[in-house]
């Protein structure tokens, strides 16, 4: 059972979430707990701008490097895990501060969801289509199902226009029949961050240049060396234009600027997610009182001061 609050810091890729999250965990006596999908992959580093344990400055990490490069895991998976998460901190006197940008991953954490079941030989076989008619004719197919999805869905995430069209097979209804509403089931506040578009283009270019001079492209030959990447991993940003490169699909020049130009495109879709819910509470990725602002509305939420930061249990349901 989660009791106390948990602090969520949200926002597009880029805009200084870690850093963010790990300055509130010193200030609460907290634990950060991932809510980045690609972060749970070890091995996938430099792509995913984990923290380096060297410089999270004493402060534990959970759900960081739990799963092989060849693993897959659905939200539901997530789910479970994040909890048994939650109620071990919060059992310990420890605030959960919950850092990451995958909106689904931050919904099944802190709202109340039911998952509908899986038929893995319909998702293999959607996956296929997925590879050989490319996602665009899964979104068509999903735009003529459930339009609502559809727009909800980008043309290019393949991996929940599969899980939509999924769900719509085994259960005969809507896949956004099951998208939850705005209720949190456990105690919360959403602190996001952004900037101006122009800045949040400069600082992926500024990324995705550090990514390269890192090593991306070597930590990629080392994955794909060590046993390969798995159907989710493979799609990562990064990992996607990378693993072309190597395969002598395209040159260096045109993966990396493929992969600014996708690390951008995420980035509104993130904006896109957090956007749409009115629970989150934004403060500027350039204001130099940064943490002490997400520090009152931490304590704001505590005081009972923010309308959102309460939870009455009302059962949502939302696909994997």
Not at 77 to 91: H, I, S, T
Request: hydrophobic content about 45%; overall charge negative.
């Amino acid at each position: 059972m989660v009791s106390g609050l948990v602090v969520a810091v949200v926002g597009p890729t880029a805009t200084g979430k870690s850093d963010l999250g790990i300055a509130l965990a010193l200030a609460l006596r907290g634990e950060v707990v991932n809510t980045d999908a690609m972060q749970l992959y070890r091995g996938l580093d430099i792509g995913t701008a984990k923290v380096p344990p060297d410089e999270r400055r004493g402060v534990p990490h959970h759900l960081l490097d739990v799963l092989d490069p060849r693993q897959g895991a659905t939200v539901a998976d997530y789910q479970a895990w994040g909890r048994e998460a939650l109620a071990d901190l919060q059992a310990r006197g420890r605030t959960p501060v919950a850092v990451g940008g995958s909106g689904l991953y931050v919904r099944a954490l802190l709202d109340h969801l039911e998952f509908p079941g899986t038929d893995p030989a319909l998702r293999a076989a959607l996956e296929a289509r997925a590879d050989a008619e490319g996602p665009r004719a899964l979104h068509a197919e999903l735009a003529a199902a459930d339009p609502d999805a559809a727009t909800r869905i980008g043309p290019h995430n393949a991996r929940r226009l599969v899980r939509a069209l999924e769900v719509i097979a085994i259960t005969g209804e809507t896949y956004s029949s099951f998208l939850p509403e705005h209720v949190y089931a456990v105690p919360a506040v959403q602190i996001g961050i952004d900037c101006d578009r122009a800045v949040l283009d400069a600082r992926v270019a500024a990324r995705v240049e550090r990514m390269w001079a890192a090593g991306l492209v070597g930590e990629v030959e080392g994955l794909v060396a060590a046993g390969g990447l798995g159907r989710t991993a493979a799609r990562a940003v990064g990992y996607a234009q990378v693993l072309a490169l190597l395969a002598g699909q395209v040159g260096e020049e045109q993966a990396y600027d493929e992969t600014v130009a996708a690390t951008r495109r995420l980035a509104r879709r993130q904006m896109g997610w957090f956007g749409r819910d009115p629970r989150v509470h934004w403060l500027d990725a350039q204001d130099p009182d940064l943490v002490a602002h997400a520090l009152e509305l931490v304590e704001r939420a505590r005081a009972g001061d923010l309308p959102d930061a309460g939870t009455e249990p009302t059962a949502r349901r939302l696909g994997s």
